[in-house]
Every structure is written in structure tokens, then in C-alpha cells.
């Protein structure tokens, strides 16, 4: 889904070149040459995001970020250099090359939107979205997983469907304390988090009891049919089984804050390294703390209401890091625009230079946007339970992140001053 960005990229500067007049074999040339630097900037910056996932992430965090990684780095290969041998092939041997068609040719061309002036309600609608979100989180607060909390926790599977009220109950018996039990995908197959001594993480015996006790509570419940032993039920109806102790669950809280600081200010300093200019940081980060908040207050608002599991735990964090990363991707190539409108345009208004780079990049924008989203939506769909939460983040993240792109960002950065010359108010 992220992949295609850079295709899309080089696709988009090659129709420009087209619609500007020049020949296919120069406009292949020179649409890949313009369109370098955004795709250059918009893939460091998601690997430097994967960079710190891999540092402070463990287990499946650090094995997708890795995954991250390696897909970046592989996908700016094929797109770069891959593609471009196919094309000269293909031009080589004088064969047409099309890079679109009569309903797209010239869509989302000759646009003229004020987006900074429509900023000003954009501001209106981010701030309410983000003060509700910040009461929720005060007062309803966050479904925290168990990598947060601490615990041990049981996804069990049944042969008929079972309601996990009464799971919580029969299992009370056993545990002294009622266990946190939820619906985990299908009807028949439940989620079950205890404290049941956690203090004792260390103690096998300990974790063996509260095994057995899991084991005891559904057979005196009736939840398992008749004649199954402990065996079988630890090898064909619990589907998995992990334990959290509250030391680790601390360090994974801190750890997942330092990354989140970490990755924003990664995400500034590149900025600012890259376009010389403090405007161009400041207004990309200010965006992403935007999207970051959204998001963490649409999951305090929607966790008691949606039918799947909206803990927050690592896999979360990493989906708020690529949140992140996607969000700067969108951001630099608009940025990547505004710089060049800059210096082809010095005589004209800045206002006027930002609104024109900004309408230039709706079609790259609506296209990378569409075909990621897509893809989000197959995961979401057809990916299971376990991932569903992570997928609605990275689903709310793309919408939140383009359009804090156009409506934040940019705007932020002309509000600070970007591209204001000298004596100019």
C-alpha cells in the first residue's frame, strides 16, 4: 500500500511533462528526474520511523518493523531504477507507452482551491475533534492491553458459540477475581485476561496453576464437552497463551512513549535538515501530533462501542509510529512542491505559490491515498480478529494524515513564515 507512492509519484510528474508539451521518451526522462526528491524524502523518512520501531519495539513489533524496512527499501529499488529499465526497454523498441487515459489524462488539472483559506475551518474542526478527544482520554482513558497492564492472557476456542459473561463468571470460581473476557472474532471464541498472580511471574508453578485453574473453571462451567481432559484441552481448544508481569508491562509503557517523543522529533530534524527551513518542520510536526491525537482520542471515544478489540498495546504503537511515517510521506511531497513553485516563482505572492503547489499534488495525493486504503480495507476485512484494532488505526491514520497534510501543515507553515521574503509582512 505504501509502496506505490513512488509509481504513483513518477507516473504523475511524467503526465505533467506530457500535458507541458514534450515527447514521451523526454517526458519518461524527466519525470523521473523531477520526481527523485520526493520520493527520496517520503522513503527516509518511513525508514527512519522503522529504525525506531526496530530500536524499541519487541517481538512482533520489531519483526514488522523490520518487514518495514526491508519493503521500503525494496519497493524505492524497483520503482527507481527497475521501472525506468523497463520503460527505456520499451521506448528502445518504439513500443506506446501510456500513463493514462481520456477520463484521466487531465484529471485534477487546472484546479484553483484556496486551501489556506479553507484552513481556517479545517483549524475549527481539528481543535473540536482534538479537546473531545483529550476529555475522553482524561475520562474514559484507553483500553490498555495486556503489555500494558500486565497479566496472563488465554484466546480460547469452543465448538459452539459462547457468551463471555458467563465465561467470566465460571471462572471467578477458580480465579478469586473476575477475568476480563471479550468476544474475540467469532461467537465461539473468547479473549480471557487475568490477574491471577502476576506478582509471581517468575514462578512456573505459579503460571502452571493458573493454567490448570483456566482449565477447571470452563469443565465445572459446562463450556467443554464431556470427556476432555487437560491435554486436549491446552492442544485443540487454547488457541494461545501469554503472560505480561507488571515490570514488563511498565517498560514497555515507557518504552512506547520514548518512541512515539523519539519519532517526531526524527521526523523534525530531517525535515529541517532537508529544507534549510525551521517553517517546513515545525508545521509537518505540529501535524502529526494533530494526527496523533485524533487518532488516540477516537480509540478513548470508540473502544466501548465497536464490535472488535481496540486495546492498546505494542502492535498499536506501531501503528501510530506508521501513522507517523505515512503522514510525513504525504507531508514531504507537498513540501517537496512548495520549494520547487518557490524558486520557479520568486516574483509571485507566497500565498498564491503554496495554494498552486498544493492543487499540483491532489492527484498524487487522492491516488496513493485510494490504493492504500484499499489495501487497509482487504486487512481489515479478511486479516482476523487479533489484527483488526491495529488496521482501524492505520485506516483512521490515512485519512487523518492526508488531510492534515493539505489542511495542517502547509498552512502552519505559511502561517510561520515559509517562503516570506524580506520586508514582506
Known amino acids: 500500500g505504501m509502496a506505490v507512492d513512488a509509481n504513483v509519484l513518477i507516473n504523475e510528474r511524467i503526465r505533467e511533462e506530457i500535458r507541458s508539451g514534450k515527447m514521451i521518451k523526454s517526458a ?12 527520496l524524502d517520503s522513503n527516509i523518512t518511513t525508514i527512519l520511523i522503522g529504525i525506531v520501531l ?9 519483526g514488522f518493523a523490520t518487514t518495514l524496512i526491508i519493503g521500503i527499501l525494496t519497493s524505492l529499488f524497483t520503482a527507481i531504477f527497475i521501472t525506468r529499465i523497463i520503460f527505456t526497454k520499451m521506448l528502445d523498441k518504439d ?8 477520463l484521466t489524462n487531465n484529471a485534477f488539472t487546472n484546479l484553483h482551491f484556496d486551501f489556506l483559506k479553507g484552513s481556517k475551518i479545517a483549524f475549527i474542526i481539528s481543535g473540536t475533534l482534538i479537546v473531545v478527544g483529550i476529555i475522553s482520554l482524561c475520562t474514559l482513558g484507553l483500553k490498555q492491553g ?11 476456542k469452543f465448538e459452539n458459540n459462547v457468551e463471555p459473561e458467563q465465561i467470566a463468571v465460571a471462572l471467578e470460581g477458580v480465579y478469586g477475581d473476575r477475568p476480563v473476557v471479550k468476544t474475540f472474532g467469532d461467537a465461539n471464541q473468547v479473549k480471557i485476561t487475568t490477574q491471577y498472580k502476576i506478582d509471581q511471574i517468575k ?3 505459579a503460571g502452571e496453576e493458573a493454567d490448570n485453574l483456566l482449565y477447571t473453571g470452563l469443565k465445572n462451567g459446562k463450556f467443554l464437552p464431556e470427556g476432555v481432559d487437560e491435554q486436549t484441552f491446552f492442544e485443540q481448544y487454547r488457541q494461545t497463551s501469554q503472560v505480561v508481569g507488571p515490570t514488563v508491562a511498565d517498560d514497555i509503557k515507557t518504552k512506547s512513549s520514548v518512541a512515539i517523543l523519539l519519532g517526531l522529533v526524527v521526523m523534525f530534524l530531517y525535515i529541517l535538515l532537508r529544507f534549510r527551513k525551521w517553517q517546513y518542520s515545525l508545521g509537518a510536526t505540529i501535524a502529526l501530533i494533530h494526527d496523533v491525537l485524533i487518532t488516540l482520542g477516537l480509540f ?8 472488535f478489540n481496540m486495546e ?5 504503537i506501531a501503528a501510530i509510529l506508521t501513522i507517523v511515517g505515512y503522514s510525513i510521506n504525504d507531508t514531504v511531497v507537498i513540501f517537496d512542491r512548495i520549494r520547487e513553485y518557490t524558486g520557479l516563482y520568486p516574483n509571485r505572492d507566497r500565498k498564491s505559490v503554496i495554494n498552486s503547489a498544493v492543487n499540483s499534488t491532489v492527484g498524487r495525493t487522492i491516488n496513493t491515498s485510494m490504493t492504500t486504503l484499499v489495501v487497509l480495507l482487504a486487512i481489515f476485512i479478511f486479516g482476523g480478529e487479533s489484527i483488526r484494532g491495529f488496521c482501524f488505526a492505520l ?31
Not at 492498546?312 to 498499536?316: N, P, S
Open 146 to 156: 495486556i503489555d500494558f497492564t500486565g497479566g496472563r492472557n488465554y484466546v480460547v
Open 312 to 316: 492498546i498495546d505494542q502492535a498499536f
Open 54 to 62: 526496530a530500536y524499541f519495539g519487541v517481538g512482533p513489533v520489531r
Open 203 to 205: 514462578d512456573k508453578a
Open 300 to 307: 478513548s471515544l470508540l473502544y466501548a462501542v465497536m464490535p
Open 95 to 102: 513500443r506506446k507507452i501510456t500513463v493514462g487515459n481520456k
Open 28 to 39: 519518461v526522462a524527466d519525470g523521473y528526474k523531477n520526481a527523485y526528491s520526493a520520493i
Open 395 to 425: 485506516l483512521i491514520g490515512v485519512i487523518v494524515g492526508t488531510y492534515s497534510s493539505i489542511f495542517i501543515a502547509s498552512p502552519m507553515a505559511y502561517l510561520f513564515g515559509v517562503g516570506k521574503k524580506k520586508g514582506e509582512e
